[in-house]
């Protein structure tokens, strides 16, 4: 069972004019994403390789205000927050959440998503939500994906890579023993002593800060 850093999610109002915004200030090109069907939310991408910052808006309101995704993009958006989470991915669910259930973790059901890719390459995935709440997180999601190989969103032209996401955490000692459970030792992720919890900022080629 393999766990690494997948993703990190950045609310933008609009998807347009955050993918603008990317590439005047830090000379990153963004490329299209999708909607997410049932969530009301749509992303666009900046690939990373085998990581990729989404950028995520609200595409329907009323449908965004029946999913746990839409309601953190839209809470994310009012509190003016760059971020609403991050994710990790694994290549073995089951495992992963018998290992977590074995440590005393309560998880939620799991559930299914999916959206169609600007080619028509349809992406699937499971996704294992770990903190339920509607507020931002030190503990990320886990998703498993289920797409062809090549097809990973990061794979899209990657142009440049992610070194670090740093997360901010009332108890950065708490918070580093779960994720060191979940992750293990690893050089692209810090979690730092914060007022409140949640991702900061993502660290790109090894100095570039967004946040």
């Not at 060191?180 to 800060?209: F, K």
């Given at each position: 069972m393999g766990v690494e850093l997948d993703h990190v999610l950045m609310a933008v109002a609009d998807l347009d004019q955050g993918?603008?915004?990317?590439?005047?200030?830090?000379?990153?090109?963004?490329v299209g994403g999708g909607r997410h069907p049932g969530l009301g939310t749509a992303n666009r991408i900046l690939p990373l390789g085998r990581q990729y910052l989404e950028l995520i808006a609200i595409a329907d309101p009323a449908e965004a205000a029946t999913s746990r995704l839409g309601r953190r993009v839209q809470w994310a958006l009012a509190e003016g927050r760059a971020f609403v989470d991050w994710a990790l991915r694994t290549d073995d669910l089951g495992?992963?959440?018998?290992?977590?259930?074995?440590?005393?973790?309560e998880l939620p059901p799991a559930w299914s998503g999916s959206r169609p890719r600007p080619d028509g390459t349809e992406l699937r995935w499971r996704t294992q939500d770990l903190d339920p709440s509607l507020d931002a997180t030190v503990i990320p999601f886990v998703i498993e994906w289920d797409i062809p190989a090549g097809a990973h969103p990061g794979e899209q032209g990657a142009e440049h890579s992610l070194s670090k996401v740093v997360v901010g955490a009332r108890d950065p000692e708490g918070a580093?023993?779960?994720?060191?459970?979940?992750?293990?030792?690893?050089?692209?992720?810090?979690?730092?002593?914060?007022?409140?919890?949640?991702?900061?900022?993502?660290?790109?080629?090894?100095?570039?800060?967004i946040g």
């Open positions: 993918a603008a915004r990317l590439e005047r200030e830090h000379g990153l090109r963004v495992a992963l959440q018998e290992r977590l259930r074995t440590a005393g973790w580093l023993a779960k994720l060191r459970l979940l992750l293990g030792e690893s050089d692209l992720y810090e979690v730092v002593e914060a007022d409140a919890d949640g991702v900061r900022e993502v660290i790109l080629d090894g100095a570039l800060r």
